[in-house]
């Protein structure tokens, strides 16, 4: 089993920065790969970033060159390092764990970017 706890969402204005954190516990395995997702209103879950076993990092198109993603996948932090938002980043965002088949979930973490 692997929990997932992220931190970091709130309020901020367009043109702002956030950086929310993904701690993980339990068995994490070499071969996990760990992902950012947001879910906007009205719209479905979407990766947003991701960190594979290969080491190779991975954006979505609408957050490339604003997000990076950071950390350390092995002892399962990851930070999402978001600059230059817009209105429409605005969602709940989760981290998962990826071990094998099974992904793990997070609770979620709001952000909210005002226009």
């Known amino acids: 089993q692997v929990r997932l706890v992220e931190s970091g969402g709130g309020l901020v204005q367009s043109g702002g920065s956030l950086r929310l954190s993904c701690a993980a516990s339990g068995t994490l395995y070499t071969t996990d790969h760990m992902h950012w997702y947001r879910q906007s209103p009205g719209k479905e879950r979407e990766m947003v970033a991701e960190?594979?076993?290969?080491?190779?990092?991975r954006y979505a198109d609408s957050v490339k060159g604003r997000f990076t993603l950071t950390g350390d996948r092995l002892k399962g932090t990851v930070y999402l390092q978001m600059n230059e938002l817009k209105f429409e980043d605005t969602g709940t965002y989760y981290c998962?764990?990826?071990?094998?088949?099974?992904?793990?979930w997070g609770q979620g973490t709001q952000v909210t970017v005002s226009s």
């Open positions: 960190i594979v076993a290969a080491g190779e990092t």
């Open positions: 998962k764990r990826t071990s094998g088949h099974v992904g793990y």
